[in-house]
């Protein structure tokens, strides 16, 4: 079955130490793949996606991620962590399922900055 | 601009009772989608629609209508909620269906059917 895979509920980090939080996918196919963050009572924003081309993606806030195609991971990444970093972030990824592009969600890791 | 706008915010329902959620984006764009969200489980799409006036259901459409009002405006109805309803719904639009553009989500209406 096609699906995302984020194997850590909670990723805990100091503040001003690099954090990564993981993901993994299994999908058929070149796969167009996503991060998302969501801050309390708020709804999902869109990070950085991976489409083609290097491997290595900048999206917004500092944050960066690696495709590697032979792990089949898209983990996320940032050099230097804040305390306004602690959220709930999604890994999403896009595939043509049942005749349209769908979004599949991972089931989210909260990362807690702890200043 | 406000992005994607969704009412209500909070929302009670008693078993049975039926709602219209409502959802309204000014981007332009021509997909929007409806998502829930539950603990440990991500976003589950409910009913997208491609386009001005198509719709076209997703993975947990069970219990759930919709409505492409016009290019601004999705709505999803509950007829008859259920417990299994409890949940965090979001609706998010994008400018184009089938090309590799980011999805817009709206800050979500959290619904708690007793």
């Known amino acids: 079955a096609q699906s995302v895979a984020q194997p850590e509920d909670q990723v805990n980090v100091a503040e001003g130490n690099p954090l990564t939080v993981k993901c993994t996918y299994s999908v058929s196919g070149n796969p167009y793949l996503f991060w998302y963050v969501q801050y309390p009572n708020r709804g999902l924003q869109f990070l950085l996606k991976?489409?083609?081309?290097?491997?290595l993606v900048k999206g917004s806030y500092g944050f960066e991620a690696e495709f590697n195609k032979s792990q089949t991971s898209f983990h996320l990444k940032k050099p230097s962590a804040l305390v306004s970093d602690s959220a709930l972030y999604f890994c999403?990824?896009?595939?043509?399922?049942?005749?349209?592009?769908?979004?599949?969600f991972g089931a989210g890791t909260r990362l807690a900055v702890h200043p | 601009n406000a992005g994607v706008t969704q009412t209500p915010k909070f929302q009670v329902l008693k078993t049975g009772q039926s709602m219209t959620l409502q959802c309204a984006q000014d981007?332009?764009?021509?997909?929007m989608y409806w998502y829930r969200q539950d603990p440990g489980m991500g976003l589950r799409l409910i009913y997208y629609?491609?386009?001005?006036?198509?719709?076209d259901k997703g993975e947990v459409p069970n219990g759930y209508n919709v409505s492409r009002l016009n290019k601004r405006e999705f709505s999803l109805r509950l007829e008859s909620a259920a417990p299994s309803q409890t949940s965090v719904y979001f609706c998010a639009s994008r400018r184009l269906a089938g090309v590799d553009n980011e999805q817009f989500f709206g800050p979500g209406t959290r619904l708690t059917v007793l």
């Open positions: 629609s491609a386009s001005e006036g198509t719709t």
């Open positions: 981007m332009n764009h021509n997909s």
């Open positions: 991976y489409i083609t081309g290097d491997n």
């Open positions: 999403a990824v896009r595939l043509f399922s049942g005749g349209y592009n769908k979004l599949i």
